[in-house]
């Protein structure tokens, strides 16, 4: 397996890349304190009540998910046909809030235009959509999009590399479920002796939990603590998990590839939105 090339210092592409946007070149396409105004509905203010101007009208959120129009909308509602939150409402004019779950027929509803994101992700910022946390994945891609998207899969503060991003509900459950191929670049506190290697090649048995990675192997041309590994499980923690039960730790993690997505041409802490073609790849897996 080749080394792969960590991102650091790589030429920023055109409008993919997200570069047509506002730019900061020590810190990824958007500034850390700028936040994406949908990350603020939702919010409470200072009394802890829900401000109106966080809300919405229910007839307007249905329109916007391209169903049918207001009118239709408000015909809907009246015959019991969306819930939110799981109970049906007949009121005309119910606002809701924008994370709230609307459901028409039984089937959830996203007011949003679909959005897929890539992130290659720096070291020191946390994949989380809490804002207690410090700086976080949805500082870095704040300017990407103005739909709420989550990210799919985890990698630790620490860790670095691609991080994906996206509020295609049919498409997070569809990696939940199968998982999501991601090839990571890992550095070992010594070197992996090759009888370690086959057994993890082979799988094993941790626990409870029968464990398989689709590939492993050392990377060319490097010391022997230096790994690449090929795995679909979506945490961070079972990688480190891996190794420990065979007597390393694990001293860096870098995800170079999910699934046909690469870093190539994202430098670290810079974000691209994913081509149709791309996405159009992921109904492959």
């Keep these: 397996m080749s080394r792969q090339d960590s991102g650091g210092k790589g030429k920023a592409s055109g409008r993919g890349s997200g570069n ?91 007011p949003d235009p679909k959005a897929y994101i890539l992130l290659n992700k720096p070291k020191s910022v946390a994949t989380t959509t809490s804002e207690a946390k410090g700086l976080t994945v949805m500082d870095l891609i704040a300017n990407a999009t103005q739909s709420r998207v989550k990210p799919i899969g985890r990698l630790g503060r620490n860790s670095t590399g691609l991080i994906l991003f996206t509020n295609d509900d049919d498409l997070m459950a569809k990696l939940h479920k199968k998982g999501m191929p991601r090839l990571f670049h890992l550095e070992l506190d010594k070197n992996l002796k090759a009888a370690d290697l086959k057994k993890i090649a082979e799988g094993f048995k941790l626990g409870d939990k029968e464990l398989t990675v689709e590939e492993i192997s050392y990377v060319t041309n490097a010391p022997k603590n230096q790994v690449g590994l090929k795995i679909r499980n979506m945490g961070n923690s079972i990688i480190r998990e891996i190794f420990e039960h065979f007597g390393y730790q694990v001293v860096k993690i870098d995800c170079v590839t999910i699934a046909h997505l690469t870093k190539k041409d994202l430098p670290r802490g810079r974000w691209r939105l994913l081509s149709q073609k791309e996405v159009e790849l992921f109904s492959m897996l």
């Design 20 to 110: 047509t946007r506002k730019r900061s070149s020590a810190r990824g396409n958007a500034p850390f304190k700028k936040e994406n105004p949908n990350a603020q509905a939702g919010r409470q203010n200072k009394a802890g009540t829900t401000t109106k101007k966080d809300t919405i009208r229910l007839n307007k959120y249905i329109a916007n998910s391209g169903l049918c129009s207001r009118r239709e909308a408000d015909e809907y509602i009246a015959m019991g046909l969306v819930t939110v939150n799981g109970k049906i409402v007949n009121e005309m004019g119910h606002q809701v809030m924008p994370n709230d779950e609307v459901k028409f027929d039984g089937r959830r509803i996203n």
